[in-house]
């Protein structure tokens, strides 16, 4: 099975703390992995994808891969009301159904003002 | 640019019924996904398009459901008959062909609701 877990939430963060998301997967043959937001009635939006190990920054987000552990993360920092949205991640493979997305059923973040 | 379209946004329909949800990927992008959302399964691919044509249909959940994609602009997901298991989020997502190939643009989704 190619999951992707997530703890639910919802995870409550005060305005101006960092918020850590955190996604485990279970295919040690995943290659890639993506964090999509999406609103309450609205769609994923990708926000940040990463494809080795370390951390890739984005302006108040980074994403950490370990892929030894098979663990995922994404950081926000300075959490502002607006980031208050579901977190998605997700992961694809290598080679034959390189082209899906397996998807976490996401993490609610709920920033505090 | 006009993103993925999808419609209707809503529909409200009766166990029995024929339900047909439509999208318009974005131009220029040669894959298209449906994938349908709810609380208990999150989000899940049904089936997978690569130049008009079904690549991957496997998640679709039983022969209730088809889909068509008959050109580069138009794909239909259709339920016949409709089960209020049935209902959720249905939402297409389409892909570029070249640069950002790893991006998949989502649609606002079709929420289904049947009774």
């Known amino acids: 099975q190619k999951e992707v877990e997530q703890n639910s939430g919802p995870l409550s963060v005060p305005e101006g703390a960092i918020a850590s998301l955190n996604c485990t997967y279970s295919?040690?043959?995943?290659?890639?992995f993506f964090w999509y937001r999406q609103y309450s009635g609205k769609s994923p939006e990708l926000i940040m994808s990463?494809?080795?190990?370390g951390d890739k920054e984005d302006g108040r987000f980074t994403a950490q891969l370990n892929k030894a552990s098979q663990y995922v993360s994404l950081l926000i920092r300075d959490s502002q009301p607006s980031d208050s949205a579901t977190y998605l991640c997700?992961?694809?493979?290598?080679?034959?159904?390189?082209?899906?997305?397996?998807f976490g059923k996401g993490t609610k973040l709920s920033v505090i003002p | 640019d006009a993103g993925v379209i999808q419609s209707p946004r809503h529909e409200v329909t009766e166990m029995g019924q024929e339900v047909t949800l439509r999208c318009k990927p974005i131009?220029?992008?040669?894959?298209l996904f449906w994938y349908r959302q709810t609380m208990m399964r999150g989000l899940e691919l049904l089936i997978y398009?690569?130049?008009?044509?079904?690549?991957?249909d496997s998640g679709m959940p039983e022969d209730r459901f088809s889909a068509k994609m008959p050109n580069a602009s138009f794909s239909t997901l259709k339920i016949q008959p409709s089960e209020p298991r049935d209902s959720a989020v249905y939402f297409c997502?389409?892909?570029?062909?070249?640069?950002?190939?790893?991006?998949?643009?989502f649609g606002p989704g079709t929420r289904l609701t049947v009774l």
């Open positions: 997502a389409s892909r570029p062909t070249s640069g950002s190939t790893d991006t998949q643009y």
């Open positions: 295919d040690r043959g995943s290659q890639s």
């Open positions: 990463i494809y080795s190990n």
């Open positions: 997700a992961r694809r493979g290598a080679g034959a159904g390189s082209y899906q997305l397996t």
């Open positions: 131009s220029g992008h040669n894959s």
């Open positions: 398009f690569n130049n008009n044509v079904p690549i991957d």
